[in-house]
Each structure stands twice: as C-alpha cells, then as structure tokens.
C-alpha cells in the first residue's frame, strides 16, 4: 500500500512537470500549424504537379506533331520514290516490250519479205519466159495477167505486215486485180479456143458443135432483150445460140470486174466512217439492217455469177480444152483467192476466241506497247498478210508448173500425148504388161 501510494506520487510529480511545460493548447497549436504546413506543401506539389503535367502534355503534343510530320514526310518521300521506280520499272519493261516486239516483227518481215522476193523472182522469171517466147500473143498476153497475180498479192501483204496503217487501201488492190484475173482467165480460155488470132467467131462455131451440150441463156437472155422462152431457143440455129451463151458467160464475167471494186469501196467507206445507216441501235456491219450487209450479199451475187458463167464455158468446151490442162490453171487463179479468203475467217475466229479466253496472241500487229496487239481484227489481219506472203512462193511454183511456155510454142505436143506417169520413168507399165502376158 505504501508502495502504490510511493508510485502515486511520483507520477503526480511527473504530471505536475509536464503540465509546467507543455500544455495541450501547445500540442493543438503545434498540430494546427503542422497541418497547414502540410495543406501549403500540398498545394505547391499540386501546382507543381500541374506545371509538370502540363508540361509534359505539351511536350508530348509537340513531339507527337514533329512524328507526324516526320511520318507524313517520310510516307511522301517514300511514295514518290515508290512512284519514280515504278514508272521507271513500267518504262523498262515498256522499253524492252517494244524492243522484243521489234524484233519480232523484224523477223516477221524479213521472213515474210524473203518469201515474198523469191515468189517475185520465180514470177518475173517466168513472165519474161513468156515475152522471150512470145509465140501466141492472144493467149499470153492473158497468161501474163494471171502470173501478175503472185507479186501483186505478195507485195501488197508484205506491205500491209509493214504498214498495218494501210491494210484496207492495199486491199483494194488484191480485191480489185482478183476481179480482173477471173475475167482474164475466161479471156485465156476463149484465146485458146480461138486459134492463133484468138477469133471470137471460131469459138462460137466450136461451141455450135456442142449445141446439145448448151443450156439456153437466162430466159432474159443477159438484161438486155426482150424475154423469150426455150421454144425460141429450139428453133434458132446452132450458132445464134452458141453466140448467146458465150455472150452470157462473158458478161457473167465482166460485171464482176466492174461490180468487185465498187463493192469493195463502198464497204470501205462505210466502214470507215462508221456508218451503219440510217436506222437507230444498229452498231454492226453484220446488221442484216446496215447497208453493208447487204453489199456484201450483192458482191456474193456477183462472185456467184462470175464462176457460174466460167463454169458453164468450161462444162461445153472442156474436151477442146483438156490437152492444155486448164482445170489445174483454174485451181491456180482461184486458189489463191479461196485459201486466203477462207484462211482469213479461221485467222479471224481464232484471234478472237483467244483474245475472249484471256490468251492473246503473239504480237504481229504493232511494234509498240500501245495495246494495238489486242486488237483480234487487227492480228488477224497481220497473221493473215504474214501466211500469204508465205504462200505465194508456192503459187508462183504452182503458176509455173501449170502455165508452162512450151504450151504455146510451135511443135508442142499435148499432155495426153506423153508419157508424165512416174511409174513409166521406171518402165512400171512394161513390166505390167509383162506380167500380165505371162498369167495368161
């Protein structure tokens, strides 16, 4: 007890010190002041803290620009270097396009061209052939026409393989100089006919003697008399009527001479300027609305009517002829004209089926990168003048085989006359008739 109350008392002492000291209002103040120190201090580092992310936010906006910029510099920079090389890439491959398609069609031609000059050279060989050997002027001088027929569809598609710019004017002169070539060939057949002065009433007395083998005229008897039926034509003579048909024939011919070239030009025209007639919605030639659909059934006509009157001449006179071979001089002149023609739509159907299929051709047409090669109408074309200039050189074989000089020289003896068998070369037909005899 006396110890608690020893303790008691010295705790006393100790408050009783303190409270001398320190009082609590001091402990308050000294809090107070604390903790507005404290307020102030936070205040400045909120300020500061402010400054700093305001700074920061500046800072960061300003350096987000300069990446912008920077990016947006680098984007153009690298999008015109992009767009240098490109266009110097696209420029390189157009360069080396237009080279290899040059060369190309360097090759082309001179293949072409070669062909061509040695057709043209075999041709004047053999025109001048002729004129050294000029025995039957009546006939040769037809014979010539027909052998001009090889350099002049050679040399005209050689120059449209060249020149594409001026297929469809060189054309006109194939088109134009076939239409003479058929007449000629009738003119030749008649001249032969005709004996040494090519007389046109010694045909017609040669045809007389076929008279059964006639077939009257157009009952219009051409376009130019007054309609009569085949009881007239009974009762005429012989030679009235073989006068007729020839007459008949030779006009079936002439008119394709005069009508082919007109045709022709008119289609080229229309056909350049674009003009499909009168009637709205039509864009085509092959409109059976345009006019040049209806032109070329008029030159169909004519064509059709051309051969119908050669082939009628022929029909009658074909045993006078057949010593001179003319059914193979025919397929010389008309050759030409049938295997170009219907090579040309085969050309032109395939261009254009492998231009629909994604596949173009190789380029024949043009020798830049203008896009021209795409052109299916355009490559037929070319791929049409390239096959002719090479065919020619065999025509102008053909021409020579089959319109030799020695026919018409004096002393000739006709094909049926000689021995032209292969097998004959080689005595074949004795040794035949050999074994024939023995098994007897």
Not at 210 to 238: D, I, V
Not at 241 to 246: E, S
Not at 260 to 283: A, E, H
């Amino acid at each position: 007890m006396n110890a608690m109350q020893n303790k008691i008392k010295q705790q006393q002492t100790v408050i009783d010190r303190f409270s001398t000291s320190v009082t609590n209002a001091d402990v308050i103040r000294r809090v107070d002041s604390l903790q507005n120190s404290l307020d102030t201090q936070m205040i400045q580092v909120q300020q500061e803290l402010n400054t700093t992310q305001q700074y920061i936010s500046t800072l960061l906006d300003t350096t987000l620009q300069q990446m912008t910029q920077t990016v947006s510099e680098a984007q153009t920079q690298i999008t015109t270097q992009v767009s240098s090389i490109k266009t110097q890439v696209e420029s390189y491959v157009r360069t080396t396009q237009d080279q290899f398609s040059m060369e190309n069609s360097f090759m082309v031609w001179q293949l072409a061209g070669t062909f061509t000059m040695i057709a043209c050279l075999i041709s004047m060989w053999h025109i001048t052939a002729h004129l050294r050997r000029f025995a039957r002027p009546f006939v040769q001088r037809k014979i010539l026409a027909i052998l001009w027929m090889t350099p002049v569809y050679g040399i005209t598609s050689w120059l449209s393989l060249v020149f594409p710019q001026f297929h469809e004017y060189l054309a006109l002169i194939k088109d134009c100089y076939e239409a003479y070539v058929i007449y000629q060939f009738l003119g030749f057949l008649i001249s032969v006919l005709g004996g040494p002065s090519g007389d046109r009433h010694t045909v017609v007395d040669l045809l007389a003697r076929h008279a059964h083998h006639l077939e009257p005229p157009m009952q219009c008897c051409g376009w130019f008399r007054k309609r009569r039926g085949r009881e007239f034509w009974n009762q005429c003579s012989p030679t009235v009527l073989a006068d007729q048909v020839l007459m008949q024939c030779q006009v079936f011919a002439m008119q394709f001479v005069f009508l082919k070239p007109l045709t022709v030009l008119l289609l080229f025209l229309l056909n350049k300027l674009q003009y499909y007639g009168p009637i709205p919605g039509v864009i085509s030639a092959r409109d059976y609305r345009s006019p040049q659909f209806w032109i070329t059934l008029i030159e169909n006509a004519s064509v059709f009517m051309a051969f119908s009157g050669l082939l009628k001449f022929y029909h009658a006179v074909q045993e006078d002829l057949e010593w001179c071979r003319p059914f193979p001089k025919f397929l010389c002149v008309k050759g030409i004209v049938f295997m170009t023609f219907w090579q040309g739509l085969v050309i032109t159907i395939l261009a254009n089926t492998a231009l629909l299929g994604g596949m173009a051709p190789p380029g024949l047409a043009s020798t830049s990168s203008s896009g021209e090669d795409d052109d299916p109408n355009l490559w037929g074309k070319q791929a049409q003048n390239f096959l002719i200039c090479l065919e020619m050189l065999f025509f102008s074989v053909a021409h020579f085989n089959c319109f030799p000089v020695e026919e018409w020289q004096d002393g000739y003896r006709p094909v049926k006359d000689r021995d032209i068998k292969f097998g004959d070369n080689i005595a074949l037909r004795d040794f035949f008739d050999d074994l024939k005899l023995i098994l007897k």
